[in-house]
């Protein structure tokens, strides 16, 4: 390896090399050496968490963890079985440091954890069952807008959320949506091949499967009975979707960020 890898750059791994061949001095060394061909690389910094855990100076380790993370390394599941920090996991600034940068990668993909933050590594890997029904030929299944519950057609054909005219105006009535959620107008297509021109809405708030999701972009079709659409815009945010027609359920294991 040390022969082989002799430019320092993202994808080397000749500071390991050297730390085993018992010469600490040139790993460090070349780890500068790495850090400083990208300084804005995350992964990087997370080599240098793992070479200083190796060494044993935790305390180096914690300061480049952390700007590991604030640089945007966001493999949590990789941060948490990496046999490399098992002595660094066992300080007691760990933990609290990477729930911190969990909640917000959860944040940046635009959803909310709320209540405890040292649940958030456990929500991560959460499975909810979402009960549904069939009607016409169709999945229904239950969700929340901002406050108000609804029931939708299961899409995973629809690219956002639909709403119908009549569904709006109650909304708008009863302060549910405002004028500031009404974000223009937009030309959409049915499954029908169909174009047609709808209003651009930004829910603030849409509750399914377990999850709170902040600033879903949503359309009203100018069309009073139009059926209402749970599409991508909720569903691409969740994470994997499994259908167990034998229990009329839906199964969403929530979307790590990695």
């Keep these: 390896m040390v022969e082989l890898d002799t430019v320092p750059d993202d994808n080397s791994c000749a500071m390991y090399a050297l730390l085993e061949l018992g ?24 080599d240098a968490t793992c070479l200083y855990t190796r060494i044993g100076d935790t305390g180096k380790a914690m300061e480049y963890l952390e700007k590991s993370l604030d640089k945007g390394f966001r493999r949590f599941h990789h941060l948490h079985h ?8 066992e300080l007691p600034g760990f933990e609290p440091l990477v729930r911190k940068y969990e909640l917000k990668a959860m944040e940046e993909a635009g959803n909310d954890i709320s209540g405890n933050t040292e649940e958030v590594s456990d929500d991560m890997d959460k499975k909810t069952e979402v009960p549904f029904t069939i009607d016409g030929g169709c999945l229904i299944v239950k969700c929340t807008i901002n406050g108000l519950p609804l029931s939708f057609i299961f899409d995973t054909g629809a690219s956002i959320v639909s709403l119908s005219q009549m569904e709006a105006n109650f909304m708008l009535k009863n302060g549910f949506l405002s004028e500031k959620d009404m974000k223009g107008t937009g030309r959409f297509i049915d499954a029908n091949g169909d174009i047609s021109e709808g209003t651009i809405v930004n829910l603030r708030s849409v509750d399914f499967g377990g999850m709170n999701l902040k600033n879903v972009k949503a359309s009203v079709v100018r069309n009073q009975k139009a059926p209402l659409l749970l599409g991508q815009s909720v569903l691409g945010r969740l994470g994997k979707i499994e259908i167990d027609n034998p229990g009329k359920k839906l199964v969403i294991t929530h979307k790590p960020t990695r």
């Design 23 to 46: 010469r600490k001095e040139e790993a460090l060394q070349f780890m500068d050496k790495v850090i400083e061909f990208d300084p804005d690389d995350s992964g990087s910094f997370y």
């Design 82 to 89: 990496d046999d490399d920090l098992d002595s660094l996991r």
